[in-house]
């Protein structure tokens, strides 16, 4: 049997359009024959989740997007089918979230859990919302801004009242106060550079008296030296004399002492004799009586002469 060339052609024509679907889908990441098993997965929103973007459990990517509905017409949620091209045994207790980056596209995550039983071709896997790292900035950033605004407010209620303060008048008086201050300014500097100089002299000679100090420093050294020797030497004279004229006198006073203690002597008598003791208070007492009587009669112990004639007048 004999085939035409428009046979031929039709049929060659065929298996390009067959050989181009199967590669795009293959390119696409699809099972070309799709026979491998598929889960499903419901999100509120995918983001930047696009067909063939990767499906991975702890970094190991299982599988890809497959495709992507529409949940319901009003499109409240959309059903993400998720084929595995691995032969992995996921939990049914698992649970899928949508991670995204800045740089790279979005993927699905699935934490795997601990269940015994495995979700099998067909099954639906539970899903959570996985904010990201914009999110987490968008979380974070939230707080932040209003507290800028809150100090931006603060910012432009001060700048207000301080124009509201700042008025022409005060101004002009702050300017001058200003100006007053660079006169003083100016005027402290001129003060300081002629003070300059003579502080510089008498930092100097006081470096040089500190100097000559030092220079003499044996020598005021050997002169306190010579005060102290004199000085030891004139408290140890002191003290000397001292000591001799106390020895002296202590030895004239243990005379005396003996002296009086000598039933010998006078005095020694005296002190020791009792009889002599009394007839010497018996004598004194007759000399007070005398006195006393002189004192009272004295007409009796004197003699008045009148005209030559003596006048003996006794009581």
Known sequence: ???????KVGLLALAAMIGLILGFRF?????????????????KSVGALEKSNFVKINGLTIGTVYG?????????????????????????????????????ASNIIIEKGNAATFLQ?????????????????????????????????????????????????????????????????LSINKLLDAATKPLAATLENANSVTGNLKNQNAEIESIL???NT?????????IE??????????????????????????????????????KLNDVLLSAEILLDDVRVHPKRYVNISVFGKKINQAN
């Open 1 to 7: 049997m004999k085939i035409s060339n428009e046979l």
């Open 27 to 43: 390119l696409k990441g699809k099972d070309v024959f799709n026979r491998t098993p598929k889960i499903y997965a419901t999100f």
């Open 68 to 104: 992507m509905e529409p949940v319901d017409a009003n499109l409240s949620a959309v059903k993400v089918t998720i084929s595995i091209s691995q032969n992995v045994n996921i939990p049914t207790n698992s649970v899928a979230y949508i991670s995204g980056s800045l740089l790279g």
């Open 121 to 185: 071709n067909g099954d639906k896997i539970s899903t959570r919302i996985e904010e990201g790292l914009l999110g987490d900035l968008t979380t974070e950033a939230k707080p932040l801004m209003g507290k800028v605004r809150n100090v931006a407010d603060s910012l432009n209620l001060l700048l207000s009242n301080v124009n509201n303060t700042l008025d022409a008048h005060t101004q002009r008086e702050l300017q001058m106060v200003i100006s007053n201050l660079k006169i003083t300014t």
């Open 225 to 227: 030296s010579n005060a």
């Open 230 to 238: 004199f000085t030891n030497d004139l408290a140890q004279l002191r």
């Open 241 to 278: 004399r001292t000591l001799d004229s106390l020895n002296s006198t202590i030895s004239e006073l243990k005379q005396v002492l003996a002296k009086v203690s000598n039933p010998n002597s006078s005095l020694g008598a005296l002190m020791s004799d009792k009889k002599l003791y009394n």
